[in-house]
C-alpha cells in the first residue's frame, strides 16, 4: 500500500502543481527561478516563451531542486494567488 500511496500522492501534487503554474505569468516565473533557484533558465531571447521557464522549473521539480511547497509559498507572497486557493 505505501508505494501505491506515495505514487498517488505525487500525482496530487503535480495536479496542484499544474494548475497553479497556470497563474503565473511570464515575469513571475522568471522571478520565481532568480528567487529561489538563484539562476535563469537559458532562453532564446528573440522568442522569450514561458515554455521554456515551465520546462526549466518542471525539470528541478523532477530533481527535486525545488519542492511544491515553495512554488506554494512564493505565489501567496507574491500575490499570483490567494491563499484560500489551496482549500
Known sequence: MGLFGKSKQKDTT?????VLLDNFQ?????AFCTDILGEKPVIDSEHLSSIEVLDFIWEKYHKGTIRFSQLKEFAIKHNI???NFFE
Open 81 to 83: 494567488v490567494a491563499e
Open 26 to 30: 511570464f515575469a513571475d516565473l522568471q
Open 14 to 18: 503535480i495536479d496542484q502543481m499544474r
